[in-house]
C-alpha cells in the first residue's frame, strides 16, 4: 500500500543522516536504493565525514517526507547505523521581502550538490532567549535590520560558500540546520569565524555540533568509508 504523499506546502522536506558502517555492509543495495531514490526525484548528497562522529552523511532532498523516510529505511537496511540526524524543511525567510523570485527559489529548491564545492560543514543553531539576550523579543524592525545586515556579510563569501539553510522549528532539537558547501576546506572555517563577528550572530545566535566532510560519489565515500 502506498501511503498518501505528505509534501510541504512550499519547498522541499531535507533530512541529513549522519551514519557509521555497521559489521556487515551491503554496498550494492545501498547503491540500488541511492539510485532508486534519484529515479524517484529525491537528490541524495554523500559525505565522507572527517573525525569520530559519523563515517558517512547522506543529505537527502524531496517534496514526499514518506520517500525520504523509506530511503532511511534502505540506508539503514543496507548495514549503515545511523548516530545523529536532522529533519528540517526548505525556506523563504520573513526577512526575505524584496528579494528576485529567482533568488527565493534557489532557496526553496535548491539543486545540490554545487559544483566545485567540494567542502562540506553541517551545524544546527538557534536564536538565543535569555534574559538579557532574547531574538524574539526584539521588534520586527529591528530583527530584520540584523538580518539583512548578516546576509550582507555573508554575501562577501559568494564564490567560495553556498550556504542551505533549513528550517526546523518544531521539527527537531533545533532551530535551523545551516549546510555550507565551499570551495577550500578553510572557506568554511573563514566564513563562519566571520559571521560570529556579526550582531545577530554575536548576540544571539547558539551552535550544536559541526559536522565537517568531503562531498563525493557514493563511491568515492564508500570507497573512504569501507576502506
Given amino acids: 500500500m502506498t501511503p498518501e504523499p ?14 557509521h558502517p555497521g559489521a556487515d555492509v551491503d554496498a550494492s543495495a545501498l547503491r540500488k536504493a541511492v539510485d532508486d531514490a534519484r529515479a524517484n526525484a529525491l537528490q541524495v548528497v554523500s559525505v565522507a565525514i572527517m573525525g ?7 543529505m537527502i532532498l524531496g517534496e514526499d517526507l514518506w520517500t525520504l523516510r523509506q530511503l532511511q529505511s534502505k540506508i539503514q537496511a543496507a548495514g549503515f ?9 526548505t525556506e523563504v ?5 524584496g528579494m528576485p523570485e529567482k ?14 564545492k567540494r567542502a562540506f560543514c553541517f551545524y544546527p543553531m538557534s536564536k538565543r532567549r535569555d534574559e538579557s539576550n532574547n531574538w524574539y523579543a526584539l521588534a520586527y524592525d529591528e530583527r530584520d535590520r540584523l538580518m539583512r545586515q548578516h546576509g550582507a556579510l555573508g554575501r562577501e563569501f559568494k564564490g567560495r560558500i553556498l550556504q542551505v539553510i533549513t528550517g526546523s522549528t518544531g521539527l527537531d532539537d533545533w532551530e535551523w540546520g545551516v549546510t ?4 577550500h576546506v578553510d ?6 569565524y566571520t559571521m560570529r563577528y556579526d550582531e545577530a550572530s554575536t548576540l544571539y545566535a547558539d551552535f550544536g555540533a559541526f559536522y565537517t566532510g568531503l562531498v563525493g560519489t557514493l563511491d568515492e565515500v564508500l570507497d573512504a568509508t569501507l576502506a
Fill in 6 to 19: 505528505l509534501v510541504p506546502s512550499r519547498g522541499l522536506n531535507v533530512l541529513h543522516l549522519f551514519c
Fill in 52 to 58: 569520530a562522529k559519523a563515517d558517512v552523511c547522506f
Fill in 81 to 89: 547505523v545511523v548516530a545523529e540526524s536532522y529533519v528540517s524543511v
Fill in 93 to 97: 525567510s520573513e526577512y526575505a521581502a
Fill in 103 to 116: 533568488m527565493l527559489q534557489d532557496r526553496l529548491f535548491p539543486a545540490l550538490p554545487p559544483e566545485g
Fill in 180 to 183: 555550507l558547501f565551499g570551495v
Fill in 187 to 192: 572557506d568554511l572555517k573563514e566564513c563562519v
